[in-house]
């Protein structure tokens, strides 16, 4: 099935730096959506994205909504241990009966 | 917490079995989603069920059949199992509306041998 492009794949990095991931797509979508998976548990929705452009904060979580509704990034400032886990993009469409699309993720390792 | 849960955590089964999959999902959700995720992938969308009928589906065979109910459980199952279907299926519920944001639960490991 259809997957998101979504990049980098792994980040190894060091505690308190800042990341940056992104997600891109050939097809248009109405909502963008970050979710974050630690081992043994379901995706948990970090931030949802839902006009071109739009630039929305969670704590220390910035996403935005790109302009031509096709992409989309995360940033994360100041990373902690507790940072670590897989990020995947999700891109909906109006009305959502086609369920979302996501990407297939970016490993996050945080070394102290 | 999300609210959403799913039984069982773990399945093993062998192939040609059938099974059954549950999820509860989030007080005041209508709309329960299912996703199959392969290890090393991002999950796919299987199908969506609101008001106890599929209003959506994705690129899975005929074998793959759900079931909501009045009160927005909903089951899985799947027939014939084949080894490929081993994979960690996740169950996300929602609101249906303009936002219809899908909140999912931790999933139910299926291992098929």
């Known amino acids: 099935g259809q997957q998101l492009n979504q990049s980098p794949q792994s980040m190894f990095i060091q505690e308190g730096e800042d990341v940056s991931m992104n997600c891109t797509s050939s097809?248009?979508?109405?909502?963008w959506l970050w979710y974050k998976q630690d081992p043994g548990e379901g995706p948990v929705l970090l931030i949802a994205?839902?006009?071109?452009?739009e630039l929305t904060s969670n704590g220390r979580l910035t996403a935005q909504f790109g302009i031509t509704r096709k992409d989309s990034f995360l940033n994360i400032s100041a990373s902690i241990p507790s940072d670590v886990g897989i990020y995947f993009c999700?891109?909906?469409?109006?009305?959502?009966?086609?369920?979302?699309?996501f990407g297939k993720g970016t490993h996050l390792i945080i070394q102290p | 917490e999300t609210g959403v849960t799913q039984s069982p955590t773990h399945l093993i089964k062998t192939r040609g079995q059938q099974v059954t999959l549950r999820c509860s999902s989030q007080s005041g959700h209508n709309t329960v989603s299912w996703y199959q995720q392969a290890l090393g992938q991002g999950p796919q969308f299987i199908f969506q069920y609101y008001r106890e009928e599929e209003n959506g589906r994705g690129n899975f065979p005929p074998r793959f059949s759900g079931l909501q109910f009045p009160n927005y459980s909903s089951e899985l199952n799947v027939n014939a199992l084949e080894l490929d279907d081993s994979a960690l299926y996740l169950c996300?519920?929602?609101?249906?509306?303009?936002?219809?944001?899908?909140?999912f639960g931790a999933g139910t490991r299926l291992s098929v041998l």
């Open positions: 996300a519920s929602s609101l249906a509306g303009a936002k219809n944001i899908q909140y």
């Open positions: 994205l839902y006009k071109a452009g």
């Open positions: 097809s248009i979508f109405n909502t």
């Open positions: 999700a891109g909906q469409r109006r009305g959502g009966a086609d369920g979302l699309t």
